[in-house]
């Protein structure tokens, strides 16, 4: 059984780093992007950006490109998300997700549990 | 960067009806690059449709995909009680983005 699962719920102050993880199993971790998407209390999706754990290659989107870093370990199967320096405003439930693709298609198949991270002050 | 534009934001229907959810694409999107997701409170969103029309693993044939260039359209033919919850469209284009959703609920 494919399964992701993350790291637990984070209290933190504005200023403060924080790394969260993602833990594949069930399949070959290196073969498949793992995405991370963000959603902000009551709100939708947000795609912040991809990890090929193969060989580690990002793609982030614009509006997330230098606020986060998106990272890798394939020996461990492990995906990371994390922040220098936080904001109230990354007050947020954090998701990561598989993709899949078949064919030319392609869809985020399998998801993490969601990670909530709370800054406050 | 390609906006996706859900509509309605709210529908209230009862079981057994049908719904028609739209999302429209700021952009012609190829047909391979649209998916479909469902989201209830307090759990992880879940893949119904990929590449526009196709079904996910597991999930009912009441629900299907249909469109193409800015169009896009997830039907639900006959409401279940499990059905009612939040509706998300994304595309895989350069970049990826998700529609703002919409919230199916119970008339």
């Known amino acids: 059984e494919v399964q992701l699962v993350q790291s637990g719920a984070e209290v933190k102050k504005p200023g403060e780093s924080l790394r969260i993880s993602c833990k594949g199993s069930g399949y070959s971790f290196p073969s498949y992007w793992i995405n991370w998407v963000r959603q902000m209390p009551g709100k939708g999706l947000e795609w912040i950006g991809k990890?090929?754990?193969?060989?580690?290659?990002?793609n982030y989107s614009p509006s997330f490109q230098g606020h986060v870093t998106i990272s890798a370990d394939k020996s461990i199967g492990t995906a990371y998300l994390q922040w220098s320096s936080l904001k109230a405003s990354d007050t947020a439930i954090y998701f990561c997700?598989?993709?899949?693709?078949?064919?030319?298609?392609?869809?985020?198949?399998?998801w993490g549990q969601g990670t909530l991270v709370t800054v406050s002050s | 960067e390609i906006v996706l534009t859900q509509s309605p934001g709210t529908l209230s229907l009862s079981p057994g009806e049908r719904a028609a959810l739209s999302c429209r694409a700021s952009q012609s999107l190829s047909s391979s690059s649209l998916a479909w997701y469902q989201q209830k409170p307090g759990q992880a969103p879940r893949l119904l449709i990929y590449?526009?029309?196709s079904r996910a693993t597991g999930i009912p044939d009441r629900f299907s995909g249909s469109g193409s260039g800015t169009d896009f359209t997830l039907t639900i033919s006959r409401l279940e009680p499990e059905d009612f919850a939040v509706y998300y469209c994304?595309?895989?284009?350069?970049?990826?983005?998700f529609g703002q959703g919409t919230k199916l609920e119970i008339k």
């Open positions: 994304q595309q895989f284009g350069r970049s990826y983005t």
């Open positions: 590449g526009a029309s």
């Open positions: 997700a598989r993709q899949h693709y078949y064919g030319s298609s392609v869809g985020f198949d399998s």
């Open positions: 990890i090929d754990p193969g060989d580690s290659y990002i």
